[in-house]
């Protein structure tokens, strides 16, 4: 089963089979990050740099900035939601949670 995944509105959105999944302007809490001083950072999605597909993950780099330090900067590879294998539905992931992003090899 194929999964189209790309960016929409130069950046602003994550689209997964032509929906729009994943948006600017959400908070995204980080930890184990190399992206401020911050333990905990609480980023400010403003623009996503990046999207690809890690299957089952649906993976993306966004820039922001931590709204606790003012840092601004781009994120490693965050999930923004996941495709099941089987149906190919898509279900997303949740920014208030805590992610911890990671670079791809």
Do not use: N
Request: aromatic share 6%; net charge negative; with cysteine.
């Amino acid at each position: 089963m194929t999964t189209d995944v790309y960016l929409l509105d130069d950046g602003a959105w994550v689209s997964v089979d032509d929906r729009r999944v994943s948006g600017v302007g959400g908070l995204w809490r980080l930890a184990d990050h190399g992206f401020c001083g911050c333990r905990l950072a609480d980023v400010l999605a403003e623009g996503f740099v990046e999207v690809g597909l890690a299957p089952p993950d649906v993976e993306a780099r966004l820039s922001g900035q931590c709204i606790a330090c003012g840092e601004q900067g781009v994120t490693d590879w965050l999930a923004v939601g996941r495709v099941d294998p089987e149906t190919g539905a898509f279900r997303a992931g949740v920014p208030e949670s805590v992610h911890v992003p990671h670079t791809r090899s």
